[in-house]
């Protein structure tokens, strides 16, 4: 049975760009979002997820993009787990592309086959893993961004097919303005205007996360963000919001594949 690997890279001078290359035979993802676009490309095995209550399976050969902030799983759908490699793009390198102001969508309902994105992506992967920073680097993920534009769309119309619920939007942007700070229920659903319960269930309808693991999403992110830029892992944790670093090591490692000291030591 193949081991499980993870490894992660950070093109230097190449902003919105991170690669993850990983191998998986037990390791199970928990609903979670990215702030990114999710590029990734199948390997070996086949991986099941779910998204927006529908249920996905990726097998080798297969791709798959996810917008940001797509609420989603990931776990082994057969024996032997999966292998891939992913691309998470900034948003504002996607949106360079748009034909509009407005951030494109995905066109394809997730997993699909393109040879001519997945040549693409085997090329940017190569060379994020082997090439020293530079030309070569930027030039290969720049084709990578480019072969994935016919797999985008202009946003057309409204980008929710239902309004944001007020007490939802409340809850949201209390959460993001106090991402680190301990908040009860009671306290953020006094805040939003709705009983606790209705609160949950509202927000969870909407958002596709509780508030605690949506306050938990924007941890880590912010985590990643500190480990990349070279701050130790004790202090990213004070910082986060996590009890100590054992916290945010388990946490973390459950979320992103690896642990905090090794992500920081990413290229």
Avoid: N
Avoid at 76 to 97: E, F, N, Q, S, T
Avoid at 170 to 194: C, D
Avoid at 200 to 214: I, K, N
């Amino acid at each position: 049975m193949p081991a499980e690997h993870a490894a992660y890279f950070r093109p230097a001078r190449l902003d919105g760009v991170e690669a993850l290359h990983a191998s998986f035979v037990t390791h199970a993802y928990r609903p979670h979002s990215h702030p990114t676009w999710t590029v990734a490309m199948m390997e070996r095995g086949a991986a099941s997820f779910e998204l927006d209550d529908t249920e996905q399976r990726a097998a080798d050969g297969e791709l798959f993009v996810l917008e940001p902030e797509s609420v989603h799983t990931g776990v082994p759908a057969v024996p032997g787990g999966w292998a891939y490699k992913v691309l998470y793009l900034d948003p504002a390198l996607i949106g360079a592309w748009a034909e509009e102001d407005r951030m494109p969508q995905a066109a394809r309902w997730v997993v699909f086959r393109d040879e001519d994105l997945r040549a693409a992506l085997r090329d940017a992967h190569r060379a994020l893993a082997e090439e020293p920073p530079g030309l070569a680097v930027d030039a290969a993920v720049i084709a990578a961004v480019g072969a994935l534009r016919p797999h985008l769309k202009p946003v057309r119309g409204p980008e929710r097919t239902r309004p944001e619920h007020a007490a939802v939007r409340r809850a949201r942007a209390y959460l993001e303005e106090r991402w680190a700070a301990p908040v009860a229920l009671a306290e953020l659903a006094a805040h939003a205007g709705l009983s606790r319960f209705e609160l949950a269930r509202t927000f969870r309808a909407q958002v596709g996360l509780p508030p605690h693991a949506f306050q938990l999403d924007l941890r880590i992110a912010r985590a990643r963000l500190m480990l990349a830029a070279g701050d130790p892992p004790a202090a990213v944790a004070a910082a986060c919001g996590f009890c100590d670093q054992a916290h945010l090591t388990r946490v973390f490692k459950r979320a992103v594949g690896v642990t905090p000291a090794r992500y920081s030591r990413t290229r």
